[in-house]
T-cell receptor, first 108, second 112 residues
């Protein structure tokens, strides 16, 4: 069935790298997205990757896609306290299917 | 360019009352969506619309109705609110189905 899985929590120290993982189920997904939700706010698109790509880098963000394992990851380099938020991955199969979100806590 | 706006931001209802949540977008998007977000449940799609005058059911449509009379507006109605509908409601829009969705700031609804 359609299910996007993420771990619920991740805690890192300021300055470290954060890696948030996601598995999806539908190999026909054309785009895969990462959204960020800060407390009390809506979701904001962070980055996306087209399904024929393996990697995408955008400043401190690196997205890796392993289509064989249906695994997506988001790496945030030099994590800052301002990166504390909930991160959602989503696959596009018609509508977007969202994971339950990973709450990233950054400790000073 | 305001993007996606939602009104109201907060609302408290008593069981059995009705209300309408309004979503507006100024990006000329064809597709609009209503989600609810509950702790530990992520985002669940309630209803969506693929264009003016059209609506379709999502994952959790029961207890809700929607209308898309104008392209820029998408209304979510609760005819008889229940405590199980206590949630944060998000509206989103996109240019294409499966494309990047732009989200509103959310409406926090409490039903007592």
């Amino acid at each position: 069935g359609e299910d996007v899985e993420q771990s619920l929590f991740l805690s890192v120290r300021e300055g470290d790298s954060s890696v948030i993982n996601c598995t999806y189920t539908d190999s026909s997904s054309t785009y895969l997205y990462w959204y960020k939700q800060e407390p009390g706010a809506g979701l904001q698109l962070l980055t996306y990757i087209f399904s024929n790509m393996d990697m995408k880098q955008d400043q401190r963000l690196t997205v890796l896609l392993n289509k064989k394992d249906k695994h997506l990851s988001l790496r945030i380099a030099d994590t800052q306290t301002g990166d504390s938020a909930i991160y959602f991955c989503a696959e596009s199969i018609g509508n977007l299917i969202f994971g339950k979100g990973t709450k990233l806590s950054v400790k000073p | 360019n305001a993007g996606v706006t939602q009104t109201p931001k907060f609302r408290v209802l008593k069981t059995g009352q009705s209300m309408t949540l309004l979503c507006a977008q100024d990006m000329n998007h064809e597709y609009m969506y209503w989600y609810r977000q509950d702790p530990g449940m992520g985002l669940r799609l309630i209803h969506y619309s693929v264009g003016e005058g059209t609506t379709a059911k999502g994952e959790v449509p029961d207890g809700y109705n929607v209308s898309r009379l104008k392209k820029q507006n998408f209304l979510l109605g609760l005819e008889s609110a229940a405590p199980s509908q206590t949630s944060v409601y998000f509206c989103a829009s996109s240019y294409a189905r499966g494309g990047e969705q732009y989200f509103g700031p959310g409406t926090r609804l409490t039903v007592t």
